[in-house]
């Protein structure tokens, strides 16, 4: 491997080397940045102050790529650590599900993100961040239009 970095011990050619294996974390991250998020897309960028929305845009590719690696890592993390309670609501409602208590970890609502493209079956790899962002995208638009129906049935903003 090429390196611009001194090399002169094992360590520093490991500390070289986990720096390397972090590349591919980095690589995602923009994956989901330029095709997740649009962040190159001209309708995403305001023609004055463009900079304003890029703060808000990593934070939700950071989420993506959070609810995906968790998901995977942290099966049985608590829901409520992934997801807001409208969100929890909204995921209940919409699931295929007959069963009237929620699950207890946080992996069956990460995988109900993926249920409209990912099968699940045994021998298939967990859900990878195109499917999270593309179930991430759904789940906010029901959301938003969960918190509406909401607003109109009580008069009050729900969030």
């Known amino acids: 491997m090429l390196t611009t970095c001194d090399v002169s011990s094992p360590e520093q050619?490991?500390?070289?080397?986990?720096w390397y294996c972090l590349r591919w974390r980095i690589e995602d991250w923009h994956r989901v940045l330029k095709s997740g998020c649009n962040i190159e897309n001209s309708n995403t960028k305001p023609p004055r102050d463009s900079n304003a929305r890029l703060p808000s845009i990593w934070v939700i590719a950071w989420r993506i790529m959070l609810l995906t690696l968790l998901g995977?890592?942290?099966?049985?993390?608590?829901?409520?650590?992934?997801?807001?309670?409208?969100?929890?609501?909204?995921?209940?409602?919409?699931?295929?599900?007959?069963?009237?208590?929620?699950?207890?970890?946080?992996?069956?609502?990460?995988?109900?993100?993926?249920?409209?493209?990912?099968?699940?079956?045994?021998?298939?790899?967990?859900?990878?961040?195109?499917?999270?962002?593309?179930?991430?995208?759904?789940?906010?638009?029901?959301?938003?239009?969960?918190?509406?129906?909401?607003?109109?049935?009580?008069?009050?903003?729900?969030?």
Request: net charge positive; with cysteine.
């Open 72 to 159: 995977r890592e942290c099966p049985q993390l608590a829901a409520e650590v992934l997801f807001s309670d409208l969100e929890i609501q909204v995921l209940i409602a919409s699931s295929k599900k007959t069963e009237p208590t929620p699950p207890a970890g946080g992996k069956p609502y990460v995988g109900s993100l993926n249920s409209r493209g990912y099968l699940g079956r045994t021998k298939d790899r967990p859900p990878g961040h195109q499917l999270m962002w593309q179930g991430y995208t759904c789940l906010q638009m029901m959301c938003a239009g969960f918190a509406l129906a909401l607003q109109s049935q009580d008069g009050n903003s729900y969030g």
């Open 13 to 18: 050619a490991q500390q070289i080397l986990r």
